[in-house]
């Protein structure tokens, strides 16, 4: 536990977000949360002020200097040449894990499933969201999906961390794994791995399929406890989860990183209901109760978490929560956290009272050796629109052009991951964007230089290729994966 007092960077926001803040400091302050407020303006402002990523400048300095990070929603003005904040400090303070954990507080947030306790685990930084992407040909694009080794070992562990000091019993590694064998393979990997460590002797784990993943979420989510997966699964599972769970109004989330951690709510800053002491502060609380965890402050956290309980449980209710039949009170935004202030030290007795782990969850990775790395060969992407699209007619002439050098044959040709060439079927549809793959004429390695003589040798023929990429071994496994039928 940390007795000492911690420096929290506080952004209040737009629209309805000055309000909730206002609650949730009142009731940290009320709590006796060990920690100093340093405030900070984002959002609309600055982005209309010119700052391009809604941040200004002498507020990057205190974002920096503090480990914890409480924001309040922000509005994203309408209109082109805005960066998206969240995603600007996400990057730049290397926040590798959202966690939004998922419950139901059945009955007083209607749902089918009154059991649902599950945290989702989502790594932040890589795979699609690099927002790498090409248009190649006339007819096709591209979008790079990075995964790389430290990332997913800092993920998996977190996830497997998070399990150990909150007492969960089991963690589900979501992938795709059977198609894209080199990415979501080494996901996989890593969490297979991370996860025989003798450290999670006592934790359950699995791996599953994304997309029958996904159907659990929605169809089994009590089965599930944590959840840890890519970027963009992680998006999609946590939005399914949260509308499984009917209670996205009430989350908040983390974005921890290995110094800086950011936390929010889940909702954004709902302008409709901006002012109007209507707004429910939940959200943002929870996210501060994680921050208090994060932080070692376990015990406050407590105090909070439980007193929150118990004023949902007496029927004090914000307006978006207010039912007759389940509600005593409607409360303003400053009423219920008048009334969550009164209740610390309450327990909850309806729903199960808290419990956090009390220490800051720590991941470290492990240094691995590198791997011996040989260059075996290229994939030449063409953009191709001659004899009528007809492979049989491109794989001979791209023979004929290697044959001359002598150093590369042709081993096959694919089109959008369909292997076309050698043999293919007629039926395949072909658009204008052609993977032509060779190797070595002899087998073994080549080098770079010779890829750069292929290549002219290739332009030279007049076809016109788009990029290249290498085909590596690494300590002799293969680095890549097959055409589909190679
Ligand atoms: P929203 O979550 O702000 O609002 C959706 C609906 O939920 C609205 O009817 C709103 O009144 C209600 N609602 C949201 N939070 C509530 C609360 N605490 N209490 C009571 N009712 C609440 O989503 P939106 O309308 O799509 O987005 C509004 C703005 O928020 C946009 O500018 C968007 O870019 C931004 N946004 C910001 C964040 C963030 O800062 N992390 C996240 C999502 C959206």
Not at 351 to 375: D, G, M, W, Y
Request: aromatic letters at 8%; hydrophobic letters at 40%; glycine letters at 10%.
């Amino acid at each position: 536990m940390s007795s000492e007092l911690q420096r929290v960077t506080v952004a209040h926001g737009d629209g309805i977000g000055p309000e909730i803040m206002e609650a949730t400091l009142r009731i940290l302050r009320a709590a006796k949360a060990r920690l100093v407020y340093d405030e900070v303006e984002i959002g609309e402002k600055a982005y209309l002020e010119g700052h391009s990523t809604g941040i200004r400048p002498e507020s990057w300095d205190i974002i920096r200097r503090n480990e914890l990070f409480l924001k309040a929603p922000i509005t994203t003005p309408l209109g082109g040449g805005y960066k998206s904040l969240n995603v600007t400090l996400r990057k730049s303070l290397r926040l590798y894990a959202n966690v939004r954990p998922c419950r139901a507080y059945y009955p007083y947030v209607p749902t089918n499933f009154p059991h649902i306790d599950m945290v989702i685990v989502r790594e932040n930084e890589e795979d699609l969201y690099a927002g790498i992407e090409y248009q190649q040909t006339d007819e096709v694009t591209q979008a790079l999906k990075l995964v790389s080794r430290p990332g997913c070992e800092a993920i998996c562990k977190y996830a497997l961390e998070y399990a150990r000091a909150y007492g969960r019993k089991k963690v589900t590694c979501l992938t795709k794994s059977n198609i894209m064998k080199v990415s979501d393979g080494l996901f996989q990997r890593v969490f297979e791995e991370v996860a025989a460590e003798k450290r999670y002797a006592g934790i359950d784990t699995e791996h599953r399929i994304i997309d029958i993943g996904a159907a659990l979420v929605a169809a089994r989510p009590e089965d599930l406890d944590v959840v840890v997966t890519l970027n963009l699964y992680g998006d999609i599972v946590s939005d399914i989860a949260a509308l499984v769970a009917g209670s996205v109004g009430l989350a908040g989330s983390a974005n921890i990183g290995f110094n800086a951690a950011m936390f929010e709510a889940v909702h954004g800053s709902a302008p409709d209901i901006a002012g109007k002491d209507i707004a429910n502060p939940s959200g943002l609380l929870q996210a501060a109760v994680m921050m208090l965890v994060h932080a070692g402050q376990g015990d406050v956290a407590l105090t909070i978490r439980n007193a929150w309980l118990r004023t949902l449980e007496e029927g004090l209710h914000t307006a978006d929560l207010y039912r007759e039949m389940v509600s005593r009170e409607r409360l303003g935004t400053r009423a219920f956290a008048d009334a969550v202030i009164e209740r610390l030290g309450d327990m909850p007795r309806n729903f199960r009272a808290a419990s956090f782990a009390n220490h800051k969850i720590q991941v470290e990775l492990t240094p691995h050796p590198r791997k011996k790395k040989e260059l075996i060969g290229v994939d030449v992407f063409l953009d191709w629109d001659g004899d009528g699209r007809d492979p049989a007619k491109l794989g001979p002439a791209l023979e004929d052009v290697v044959a001359k050098a002598g150093e590369f044959s042709l081993k096959m040709i694919s089109n959008r991951g369909m292997l076309v060439y050698p043999g293919g079927l007629k039926e395949t549809f072909c658009t204008d964007h052609w993977r032509c793959r060779f190797y070595a004429a002899g087998g073994g390695g080549v080098t770079p230089q010779q890829i750069v003589s292929l290549l002219a040798a290739i332009t030279d023929a007049g076809y016109a290729f788009i990029k290249t990429e290498n085909l590596y071994t690494f300590d002799g496994e293969r680095g890549y994966s097959l055409g589909q039928g190679e």
